[in-house]
């Protein structure tokens, strides 16, 4: 077995080195395509070097650093390797956060995503809460200092103190610590969601005029609006007032679809569908792709409302999406950090622009464990980024994608041999160490 070096200070200097330039490269307002290359390459040095089971599935592979010249080259591996291998950079002991997978009270069952340190997690989170949910262009606020650009948050889920090796719950109290007013709140402990609480907060910012942002999973949020439609209770939010969902009914008693949910927050909340939002993401990765709605600020807003040159005409043209969204779907918006590529489960190879695939993630911000992942989502692309399309091949680097759902059928048996590979890979006879 490969062994990896954490101590070294060379290796302690190049690695801060990286952290500061993924960092910068997160909160930076003009990035360039050309940047999120580099840095992907450089993330992939690292993680080949120091995460052994990743590197193993990578030699067999003939994938190494000395060979990939770009960042569609990095293998990536499947959501479900991280239930069966450990695939972190770092020892568990030395992690500063180990996120663990639900659906099972068994931790050796659950995926797990160690994290080194947080700083890139919470960068990206922060920064994608901020250009796509409550910017600071929102008319809350103009002075940050003066902490005017928070916002009393609620929250329908445990804060991270009681759930912590769950992302969500993580990502949730982050967003209160850092954009909550001091009077924000968690309603779930381990007595489950207080509907009395919840009210109590709706009727006061109704009183008061005072803007809330209404946070919770999915499921949280069904309870809620079935506990008010049998109380017949509806408020009017203020204006500029907020819901964020995510996650999804896997394994739950009951669907709600996505559009009757945005139906059920205007109709006993009072908060106009184009302020609710959904947002996709997963403990096997660091990044959260948000629907693409009106409040939107970020980078990614900016391209797509740029109008096409002719050579991005005619691109566009040859690589018109067979798919869009159907009404009541919303596009994901995917983050100037990230990637995300459809591909076919079976030869994990991009797929024509439009057409349904595996969606197969890299993100900078996973550095501790593997910056590319390979999902059991299905969705399509629906929009390209223009300040990429010179960078990379067609289908590659898109700014939006539809989610389907999960993959059944081929699909699945895709993810299957897809799994299969890596821990064949690991099963194999060990291979000496690279070198430098």
């Not at 927050?265 to 184009?274: H, K, N, Q, T």
Request: hydrophobic residues 40%; glycine residues 6%; contains cysteine.
């Amino acid at each position: 077995m490969t062994t990896a070096s954490y101590s070294t200070s060379h290796d302690t200097a190049d690695l801060s080195a990286l952290d500061a330039d993924i960092l910068a490269f997160i909160q930076s307002e003009e990035p360039d395509p050309a940047t999120f290359d580099a840095l992907a390459l450089r993330l992939f040095a690292h993680q080949f070097e120091a995460n052994p089971a990743y590197q193993r599935y990578c030699r067999s592979r003939k994938a190494t650093p000395d060979r990939l010249r770009h960042w569609s080259e990095i293998p990536a591996v499947p959501l479900t390797a991280f239930k069966r291998l450990t695939l972190t950079t770092v020892p568990e002991k030395d992690a500063a956060a180990v996120f663990m997978t639900s659906g099972s009270t068994d931790p050796a069952s659950r995926g797990r995503n160690h994290h080194r340190h947080l700083a890139l997690y919470d960068a990206s989170l922060l920064r994608a809460f901020r250009d796509q949910f409550l910017p600071e262009q929102s008319g809350l606020a103009d002075d940050t200092a003066a902490g005017r650009d928070r916002m009393r948050i609620v929250v329908l889920n445990a804060p991270r103190g009681q759930a912590p090796h769950s992302s969500i719950a993580h990502f949730f109290s982050t967003l209160v610590e850092h954009r909550g007013t001091p009077d924000s709140l968690h309603l779930v402990s381990e007595d489950g969601l207080d509907v009395d609480a919840a009210l109590k907060a709706f009727a006061h910012a109704q009183e008061t005029g005072e803007p809330l942002a209404v946070l919770g999973t999915s499921f949280s949020f069904v309870h809620l609006l079935d506990a008010m439609a049998d109380a017949d209770r509806t408020f009017q939010l203020p204006a500029r007032s907020r819901v964020l969902d995510t996650g999804g009914f896997k394994g739950k008693s009951r669907e709600v679809t996505a559009e009757d949910l945005r139906q059920a927050f205007r109709g006993r909340l009072g908060v106009p569908e184009d302020h609710c939002a959904n947002y996709y993401g997963m403990t096997e990765i660091s990044t959260q792709y948000y629907d693409r709605t009106p409040l939107g600020t970020g980078p990614a807003d900016r391209a797509h409302a740029t109008p096409a040159t002719d050579s991005d005409a005619s691109t566009a043209a040859t690589t018109a999406p067979a798919g869009d969204e159907a009404p009541g779907e919303r596009a994901k918006i995917v983050p100037h950090w990230a990637r995300l590529v459809v591909v076919d489960p079976l030869t994990r190879t991009p797929v024509p622009h439009g057409e349904p695939g595996l969606l197969l993630h890299l993100d900078l911000a996973n550095a501790s464990s593997c910056l590319a992942v390979l999902s059991d989502d299905i969705g399509w692309a629906v929009g390209s980024d223009p300040t990429a399309r010179a960078h990379t091949s067609p289908g590659l680097g898109t700014a939006d994608v539809v989610l389907r759902g999960r993959a059944a059928g081929a699909e699945a048996r895709g993810c299957s041999l897809a799994l299969d590979e890596v821990l064949s890979a690991n099963r194999a006879p060990a291979v000496p160490p690279s070198r430098p």
